[in-house]
Structure formats: structure tokens, C-alpha cells
């Protein structure tokens, strides 16, 4: 794990790269961070998670980081006692980790639960959507330590590289750690419902479009040809054909939609 920081004193915020090896996005914003040293306002930690398997170009060296926290120093596994070590680097820091996706495009964030962190932070991020795990966050960083994450773009894309460079830039802007102003949009939020589960096939297919909603009796995906079909309308989130190997993704309903602050005169 490689750790570094911008500014003198104890972070109260960090960012996290490369928790999966095969997402570099991140990687290259903290290093351009590093190469510029911007001056900030809070000291704020960098880390680069799951350096072995960013190496290798792989997801994981033994099992999915972010499956695997809290972590143990006596753990069998890479990922395991490496998820002990960035808790323990982490501490209280709000965190802000960044992945790619083989999902959608554009940018969205990821939340274990909308708190008052969320709300205030997330609509000033350059994304599309908030999603919200609930109890689907089992082993993810955030279920130890409070995260916002990040989808950056599509996996290994130029884009996602530019946009992971961006996002950061705007996290540290709406902490006040770089000085500036965010930009406030209108953001959707998503609370997911359900797995998509994927039976072993040779052939996958996704029919609808991540964020737009699915109405009932439409089929939404087809393993070898064999379609499931919507038994009642929802919203596919982080759905892809070769993403995942056991779930195409996740059903989700929309709870809310987060207005910019109108200003009165
Ligand atoms: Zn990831």
C-alpha cells in the first residue's frame, strides 16, 4: 500500500485509489495530485490500496478487497490483512475511494447510507446519480469506514481516468480543502433492491440502460437467450453483461431526487 499526504498535520480526509487492481482511474488522479502538490486548506491523505494486484492488472490477488473489510492482521488472504491495514491508515478520515465500472459511463456515487455527509457532499460532485447499498454493503470499505465512493467511468477508459481527476478535484473543493467553488445539480437517488442474479452461461446479454427505469413485463436481460423478465417496474444499477461473474448487477428504487439550495433575494 503506498501512503502519502498534501499539507502538514493529521488528515481528516483522505483518498483511496486502487482498491480493485484492475480500476487505474484513481491511480493516475492521486499521482497527478503528487506530481502538482496543490496547496490546501486540510491536510488530506492519499492512499493506493491494492498495489500487488494493480501490478498484476487483476481485481484481486485472493479474494475482492472491498468484500473483505473490516479486515484482519492474521487473515489468510492478500486482501484480507491489506483491508486491516488502509482501516487502520483510514482511521476516522472521511474517505473518498474511486472505481471504475464495465456498467455505465458516466460518473455516480455510492453511499452506504444518505446521511447529512452525502447529501452535502455528493450533489456537489460532478455525478449523475447517488446509489445507496443498504444492506447490500456487506465487506465494502464503507460498512468501517465512512466512505463516499465513487464510479468513475468504464473500466481502463481514458475518459475514466479524466473524470476520476475531476471528481477528486471537486471532493476536495466541497471539504474545503481546495479553495474554489462546486457546482450544485439536481441528483437522483437510488436505494438498491435486489440482486440480478446470472446463471453460468456462454452467452450474456443486457437490454436496458443503467438509471432508466424498467417497466413490468419488459425483459431486461438474457443468459443464452433465456430472457428475465421485469415482474414489476424497477431501476438497473452497476447491470452489465461481463461485469460480475455471479449477478448482472442490482435493482433499485428511486427514493428522492436532491435539489441545489434555492437562493432567495
Ligand atoms: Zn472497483
Redesign the pocket.
Known amino acids: 500500500m503506498r501512503v502519502a499526504q498534501l499539507g502538514s498535520g493529521t488528515p481528516e480526509i483522505a483518498i483511496v485509489a486502487g ?2 487492481g484492475d ?1 487505474p482511474c484513481g491511480v493516475r488522479a492521486i499521482e497527478r495530485l503528487l506530481d502538482e502538490q496543490p496547496t490546501v486548506s486540510r491536510p488530506v491523505k492519499l492512499l493506493v490500496a491494492n498495489e500487488k494486484a494493480l501490478k498484476r492488472q487483476v481485481r484481486f490477488v485472493d479474494e475482492d478487497l ?1 468484500r473483505a473489510f473490516p479486515g484482519d492482521p492474521d487473515a489468510e488472504t492478500h486482501e484480507g490483512q491489506l483491508a486491516n491495514e488502509l482501516v487502520s491508515e483510514l482511521g476516522d478520515c472521511l474517505t473518498f475511494s474511486m ?3 464495465q456498467s455505465h459511463a458516466d460518473p455516480f456515487a455510492i453511499v452506504n447510507e444518505v446521511n447529512e455527509t452525502a447529501t452535502t457532499v455528493c450533489p456537489q460532485l460532478p455525478v449523475v446519480a447517488m446509489v445507496e447499498t443498504s444492506e447490500f454493503a456487506e465487506g465494502r470499505l464503507f460498512s468501517t469506514v465512512e466512505t463516499i465512493e465513487v464510479e468513475c467511468g468504464l473500466q481502463g477508459s481514458e475518459t475514466a481516468a479524466q473524470n476520476a481527476d475531476r471528481l477528486t478535484r471537486a471532493f476536495l473543493t466541497a471539504v474545503g480543502a481546495l479553495p474554489g467553488d462546486t457546482v450544485r445539480r439536481d441528483l437522483p437517488v437510488f436505494r438498491l433492491t435486489d440482486v440480478i442474479p446470472k446463471k453460468r452461461a456462454e452467452k450474456y446479454e443486457v437490454f436496458v440502460e443503467n438509471f432508466t427505469e424498467v417497466p413490468a413485463g419488459d425483459p431486461f436481460v438474457a443468459a443464452d437467450g433465456a430472457e428475465q423478465i421485469a415482474e414489476e417496474a424497477f431501476y438497473p444499477v452497476l447491470m452489465s453483461s461481463n461485469g460480475y461473474r455471479n449477478v448482472f448487477g442490482y435493482s433499485a428504487e428511486k427514493i428522492d431526487v436532491l435539489s441545489p439550495p434555492t437562493t432567495v433575494d
Open positions: 482498491v480493485h480500476e472491498n472505481h471504475s465500472t
